[in-house]
């Protein structure tokens, strides 16, 4: 197993597939239809534009096994130090304990970075989910309910989020 940083060249396509499985199958992304190839792309000019890392585990094979990340939290100046922050397993490669390692690096990504609070905005019903994100600090900040509406029901979401010891000088502006 390999860390590696993520690259639209290389790993577009492979991160693509685990969004669409998501969606398609799944509450963790309230999307209704897959995401296209140009999505994605798109995704990637936002991650580089924003200095946002997409942090990936490659089997020896050189498969990408999961992913993790995080972008803008609000589009407010003041939120620059908070992010939202997302992390994905292939089906193939679930249960092997990838996600606490693709989250942990990202948290020491966001220390490295100088952010201060990292966010997860979960489906209420995702339990493995919100278990990994006690599990490592994490607390629950709020709930909305009946903020989503997909495979015919209201979806309620969690928010759960970690506050770091950094930045070390703040600033505003």
Request: proline share 4%.
């Amino acid at each position: 197993m390999q860390w590696v940083d993520c690259t639209d060249e290389q790993h577009g396509e492979a991160i693509l597939a685990i969004f669409n499985e998501a969606i398609v199958h799944s509450t963790a992304l309230y999307d209704y239809e897959p995401r296209t190839r140009a999505q994605m792309t798109s995704w990637f000019e936002a991650k580089r534009a924003g200095s946002f890392p997409v942090i990936g585990l490659e089997s020896d094979t050189g498969e990408l096994m999961g992913f993790a990340s995080y972008g803008t939290f609000r589009a407010w100046p003041a939120y620059k130090y908070t992010v939202e922050h997302s992390v994905y397993v292939h089906p193939a490669h679930r249960g092997k304990g990838l996600g606490p390692q693709l989250m942990q690096a990202l948290i020491r990504t966001a220390q490295d970075q100088g952010k201060h609070v990292l966010v997860g905005v979960i489906d209420a019903s995702n339990t493995v989910s919100i278990r990994l994100h006690q599990a490592l600090g994490f607390t629950h900040a709020g709930t909305v309910r009946q903020a989503g509406f997909k495979f015919g029901r209201w979806l309620d979401v969690d928010f759960y989020q970690l506050i770091l010891a950094t930045p070390a000088d703040p600033q505003d502006g």
